[in-house]
């Protein structure tokens, strides 16, 4: 394995990839570039809607299989650029461009993976796996491709963690609520306020301590972050909607969290989806383990990834820091794309699953 010429690669391929505009749900010159790049290496790549993925060329049905993932969309740029967010900058052992930290290091360093793997022989398959829309959680993303996908025994998520292994990831649920009162005069004694009505609730929400803590996550966190009501100063309003932010642990599942909180509150309740769940993997696995033996420290992520769509053990992991991302002048260090690879090479080679 030549780490060094992997590393030069993989950085050469990061700034190609920051100067190509990658919003979520447009992700189609990426794909198409990253597509050619994999084409020009040796390999068979294939696409669903803008996810690339590749199979490494001695598959065998018989062993397990390992994923490898990382996202190649961006948000939006932050306001407060000084430089343009496409244009790759090399200053003071840094890169800095748009999606350099969130997601494009881990993308390339895991790709570099990929690629040096090939070389060894393992007990394991690998895919490498570029997905789309992870920004968004859209439904065009990883989601859209895993089921063509042979079933896998892990998948490593690479997203920002400072190459520690995040063995749990709090799920989201957005919940839609309803008061709903009686339209009359402000002036008057008439009518039911929704807005009243709707106070009780909304402390709820704010006050409730559900029972079950995750040992790395913690409790389970709700959030109103939108509200609205009323149509002019002298009406007293029928209606009144507020939107919540369910971030949950590992002790439920979003369609629990549901059924507790719809026979707790007055309100009407309605999920957008019980999509986004919260994953965890067991300390005990044979991955975690490699990665406590080399000195990661295993923690719970509050940020969600595409591990909550991925149906089997997952681990996310990758280099840079998550409080980069989403940040204007976003970065990553030259120093940390070189231990990621040689980080992601210590824990893959020899690993049995």
Known sequence: MNL??????????????????????EEEAVSDFLQEYLKAKGFEPRRKNNNIYVLSKEFDDSRPTLLLNAHLDTVKPAAGWLTDP???IEKEGRIYGLGSNDDGASL??????FMLLQDTKQAYNLIFLASAEEEISGKNGIESVLAELPVCSLAIVGEPTGMHPAVAEKGLMVLDCISRGVAGHAAR???????YKAIPDIEWFRNYTFPKVSQMLGAVK???????AGTQHNVVPAECTFVVDVRSNDCYSNQELYELIKASVACEVKPRSFRLNSSHISLEHSFVQKAIQLGRKPFGS???SDQSLIPYPSVKIGPGQSSRSHTSEEYICFDELKEAIAMYIQLLDGLTL
């Open 4 to 25: 060094n010429n992997s590393y030069i690669e993989a950085v050469t391929l990061l700034k190609s990839l920051i100067a190509i505009p990658s919003i979520s749900r």
């Open 222 to 228: 709700t959030t109103v972050t939108q509200i609205n």
């Open 302 to 304: 509050p940020t969600l």
């Open 189 to 195: 004694n008439e009518g039911q306020n929704a807005i």
């Open 86 to 88: 496409y244009v790759p």
């Open 108 to 113: 390339v360093c895991l790709l570099a993976t």
